[in-house]
């Protein structure tokens, strides 16, 4: 592979990355299509089911117990595969292993020289993954004797000079995960204030409907379906998580947007600046795993429940 600044300055993150990374972050992708999918159909026959209960009839009966036979169904489904501990699982393998590369390519952090050479650099490299697959020994997202190799766009990289390896750095890593940080926020801070809208809305409804029905307005039933789907909202914000995730990631974004700023301002020509670029590269790999540790702390309490 050619080594030049020209065709570094070109390297993007996905021909950088090892297989391992790719395999967990598609563990990962389908665990969330799956947990998630699974959790609408069931709360969407919960509701089915409170309102065709609340209705007179055989038949409404009926429908509503399929709607409840359904939902138990999807609720076993769920259980015994624990789409959402692979989600959790894959995520946080996946991270983990992007760090790692990131740090060897662009000698950050314990890889800046010495080790001067790339046996040792490998050597730490293999050290910390070896800690990774460890942690994620038994986990379904993380084949048994995976590995992640160093690609040889990891060691292009690493072998060039500072200017050309924060150009690559700043372009591939702190921008594009700067920007996934800052819209997923403005995303989740969005869905979040919404539900919190019906939050407050369902339960006026629910009042007025009461109120309503004790005056003789209508003799339907409607406050069971209105509860039911107010749970329903709130077991969606709960799954999803949007308050706490739009909080974490603005916060990250940020942290990134000011070591953004200090990795531009850094001195190439200056005699430490190799030592001052590893601590602040470094820096960014901790605001973004930060994240991982979420994920992680979420796989652990998974797997105490299951």
């Known amino acids: 592979m050619a080594t ?29 299509r799956r947990s998630v999918a699974l959790s609408r159909w069931e709360l969407v026959l919960l509701v089915a089911a409170a309102a065709t209960g ?15 036979l359904g939902a138990i169904c999807f609720a076993v489904i769920t259980g015994r595969q ?20 990131w740090k ?8 800046q020289p010495p080790p001067t050479t790339l046996p040792d650099a490998e ?3 293999r050290f910390q993954l070896a800690r990774v697959l460890h ?56 869905a979040g204030f919404w539900t919190g809208v019906l939050g407050i809305v369902l339960p006026a409804l629910g009042l007025v409907l009461a109120v309503l029905r004790a005056l003789g307005g209508f003799d339907y039933d409607a406050l069971g379906t209105v509860s039911a789907v107010a749970a329903s909202v709130a077991a969606w914000a709960q799954l999803r998580q949007y308050r706490p995730l739009a909080a974490a990631y603005a916060l990250a974004a940020d942290e990134l947007e000011l070591i953004r700023r200090q990795l531009t301002q850094l001195d190439v ?6 030592e001052l670029w590893a ?25 105490h429940e299951h």
């Open 104 to 111: 060897f390519a662009v000698r950050a952090d314990a890889y």
């Open 123 to 125: 050597g730490l490299y």
């Open 4 to 32: 030049g600044a020209g065709s570094m300055g070109r390297v993007r993150e996905d021909e950088l990355l090892p297989e391992l990374f790719w395999a967990a972050d598609s563990a990962s992708q389908q665990g969330q």
């Open 54 to 68: 609340s209705a007179d009839g055989p038949l409404w009966a009926w429908l509503a117990a399929a709607a409840y």
């Open 279 to 303: 601590r602040l590269a470094r820096d960014a790999e901790d605001a973004v795993s930060r994240e991982h540790t979420t994920w992680q702390a979420r796989r652990e309490v998974r797997g």
């Open 82 to 101: 624990n789409p959402q501990g692979l989600w959790y699982e894959g995520r946080a393998a996946a991270e983990s292993v992007k760090t790692l590369a």
């Open 269 to 274: 020509r200056s005699p430490e600046a190799e």
């Open 135 to 190: 942690a994620f020994r038994d986990s379904r997202a993380v084949r048994a004797g995976a590995t992640a190799e160093v690609t040889e766009a990891m060691r292009g990289l690493r072998e060039q000079p500072l200017s050309v390896r924060r150009e690559v750095y700043l372009q591939e890593r702190v921008k594009v995960q700067h920007d996934w940080y800052a819209t997923k926020a403005r995303r989740c801070a969005r």
